[in-house]
């Protein structure tokens, strides 16, 4: 079975400070990759995905993912964070024509002002 | 509806007691999946149903766990002789593409005392 890792599990940053974020997983066929974002009180959202194609993927917010095959790795990045990316981002995997997501542990960002 | 949508949000029960969670996906959607969210942890995989049968149900922890769709739109998750090990948030999510990622909704936050 499947497996995924998020290793930071609570970040804290300053405003404008750059961010990344760890996830690795471990299956060794084709994957869909994803980004979830759950803002405090609110319901999971989706933050990005990667099915195939150009391995950098540009999500909504500013945040960008890129996805390392041999590395088996699909870390989160934002250039510069803002308070209201506070959160907890939870990084997850599905082999190709699995149905379901196997979810990482989730990280707690804090973004202080 | 507009999202996914699940009642009660909150719900709090004896231990031993039956508790019945429902969730309403979003129209249309064939796939619906229930996870659970314990504090401080992703989201766990509980059991997935395509159109009105379970697809897989490998992940209820035991055979006080039971879930229905019967019209294959709302589904009903079932626990018996609830435990205070049970307490989490039960999270429905629905997908119109097989393996492209979910919308989820609120949750409900069971406890159990």
Redesign the interface.
Known sequence: AQSVSQHNHHVILSEAASLELGCNYSYGGTVNLFWYVQYPGQHLQLLLKYFSGDPLVKGIKGFEAEFIKSKFSFNLRKPSVQWSDTAEYFCAVNPRLVDMLTFGGGTRLMVKP | GAGVSQTPSNKVTEKGKYVELRCDPISGHT?L?W?RQSL??????LI?F?GTGA??DS?LPNDRFFAVRPEGSVSTLKIQRTERGDSAVY?C?S?GD??????????TRLTVV
């Open positions: 796939a999946y996870y401080g942890q992703g989201p766990e995989f997935y395509q697809a897989d992940g999270l999510a997908s097989r393996g492209y990622g979910y919308t989820f909704g609120s949750g």
